[in-house]
Nanobody, 122 residues
Framework: VQLQASGGGLVQAGGSLRLSCAAS????????MGWFRQAPGKEREFVAA????????YYTDSVKGRFIISRDNTKNTVYLQMTSLKPEDTAVYYC????????????????WGQGTLVTVSS
């Protein structure tokens, strides 16, 4: 599956952004879909995932209650709605697709988008 992420930008602390990840080649419904992020000087980390079966969602603790991952099967797109953004959310955000049956580690995912930069100013 090919993935194209978009929607990043500069936002003030407390603001909101919605990231989009458009898929082609395979449907988002047939994959576990995830969002990861990589801040400057840090390793890439798991942010959120939505399972292909049942649509269950999972989040890293630091974004629970602020971010929502969702999937629109008709548009073959996955979204990450981010609210109450903090400067520590600044990172390049990557969408990813997994057919491994697992969802929380980078190595679980076989397809990656190009990344979109989110910058949160204080």
């Amino acid at each position: 599956v090919q993935l194209q992420a978009s929607g990043g930008g500069l936002v003030q602390a407390g603001g909101s952004l919605r990231l989009s990840c458009a898929a082609s080649g395979r449907t988002v419904r047939s994959n576990d879909m995830g969002w990861f992020r990589q801040a400057p000087g840090k390793e890439r980390e798991f942010v959120a995932a939505v399972r292909r079966s049942g649509g269950s969602t999972y989040y890293t603790d630091s974004v629970k209650g602020r971010f929502i991952i969702s999937r629109d099967n008709t548009k073959n797109t996955v979204y990450l709605q981010m609210t109450s953004l903090k400067p520590e959310d600044t990172a390049v955000y990557y969408c990813s697709a997994s057919r491994s049956g697992r969802y929380s580690l980078q190595r679980d995912y076989s397809s990656w988008g190009q990344g979109t930069l989110v910058t949160v100013s204080s």
